[in-house]
């Protein structure tokens, strides 16, 4: 079992940036990939962002994000990051902190953080 602990949400005009962090404890070796997730009210819950544990090289954007999100990892310290840059209101949700089982399908997530608030203002 992996444990995941998001923090870092909270409200921001637009324009402005937050840095959301994911601090991962248990079987962290059993996750070999990461994802930043969102879920806006009324809405599914949407892939963000998501790196290889192994291979940074593999990070995905989702479209909506491209050139405004970072996602990184500190392997060391078991802790993934989502630097979120030129924040727009549709950028409001909860987000997700979520780790893949080494072996599992490519969209499957096992492992889901509680979430954290981020909300923008226009």
């Known amino acids: 079992q992996v444990q995941l602990v998001e923090s870092g949400g909270g409200s921001v005009q637009a324009g402005g940036s937050l840095k959301l962090s994911c601090v991962a404890s248990?079987?962290?070796?059993?996750?070999?990939?990461w994802g930043w997730f969102r879920q806006a009210p009324g809405k599914e819950r949407v892939l963000a962002a998501s790196i290889n544990r192994d291979t940074e090289a593999l990070r995905k954007y989702a479209d909506s994000v491209k050139g405004r999100f970072t996602i990184s990892q500190d392997i060391e310290r078991n802790t993934l990051q989502l630097q979120m840059n030129a924040l727009a209101p549709e950028d409001t949700a909860v987000y997700f902190c979520?780790?893949?089982?080494?072996?599992?399908?490519?969209?499957?997530?096992?492992?889901w953080g509680q979430g954290t608030q981020v909300t923008v203002s226009s």
């Open positions: 979520a780790a893949r089982r080494c072996g599992s399908p490519f969209s499957t997530y096992n492992y």
């Open positions: 248990g079987s962290t070796y059993d996750a070999c990939a």
